[in-house]
């Protein structure tokens, strides 16, 4: 699809801002953050948000729970009311409900396990990578069932939006939300434009990867 060079106004809301596209080589738009049970991460939409409102669509959102650690579960939301400009995300939230069906919106294969160190640092063989296309499950969260995809932890696992619904198109796009407060469990609420501190961030892609990545850490103790 050609994506948008500059901001769009839209009627009752401030200028959007410009939608990015990565380079050959990709981008990061940073970490899951799912450390514990029953966390949600649901920064990755169906279609351009923005102009979904406006055209009176239904929003649908790729939702990745922590199932446990180790395991990541992807689904999809959907939500019909989407607030105005005039309705502030955490105080006004969205109704996102959980689809019945998952497959119908994206598919997800598990490439297999990447690399890891073993022996004094020395890199062990990676297993030969292979398109492993995950079939749904259902899990019961919160008393409710759950249709989902799974994804392991240490795996590299690739999304692509399927594009079989009327309103959807061929990206995925991400709309940066705002930071998770420690352990909290439902995600972050997303950045409304005009909104500056921080700004809102929309990047269209085609598809999404995951991956691990391993650092060290410090901490600061008395």
């Known amino acids: 699809m050609a994506h948008q060079a500059g901001p769009v106004v839209l009627p009752g809301y401030p200028d959007l801002p410009p939608i990015k596209t990565p380079s050959a080589g990709g981008m990061f ?12 991460g649901a920064d990755i939409y169906l279609q351009d948000i923005w102009q979904a409102r406006t055209n009176g669509q239904m929003v649908r959102r790729v939702a990745v729970f922590c199932a446990g650690w180790g395991i990541n579960l992807a689904a999809i939301q959907t939500a019909d009311v989407i607030p105005g400009p005039n309705q ?3 105080t006004t939230p969205w109704r996102w409900e959980t689809a019945n069906h998952v497959r119908n919106f994206i598919a997800l294969a598990d490439m297999g396990q990447q ?3 073993a022996g004094g640092g020395a890199l062990a063989p990676s297993p030969l990578p292979h398109e492993n296309v995950q079939p749904a499950i259902t899990i019961m969260m919160n008393g409710l069932p759950v249709p989902s995809l799974r994804m392991n932890w240490h795996h590299k696992s690739i999304i692509n939006n399927l594009n079989i619904v009327q309103d959807a198109d061929e990206d995925l796009h991400y709309h940066k939300h705002h930071r998770r407060r420690a352990k909290q469990l439902s995600p972050p609420s997303i950045i409304l434009p005009g909104t ?3 700004p809102p961030v ?13 650092q060290n850490c410090r901490r600061a103790m008395q």
């Open 115 to 117: 690399f890891t160190a």
């Open 196 to 198: 500056y501190d921080p």
């Open 202 to 214: 929309h990047v269209a892609f085609r598809r999404l990867v995951y991956t691990t990545q391993l």
């Open 88 to 90: 502030v995300a955490t």
């Open 29 to 40: 738009i940073g970490a899951s953050g799912h450390l514990f049970d029953e966390q949600i």
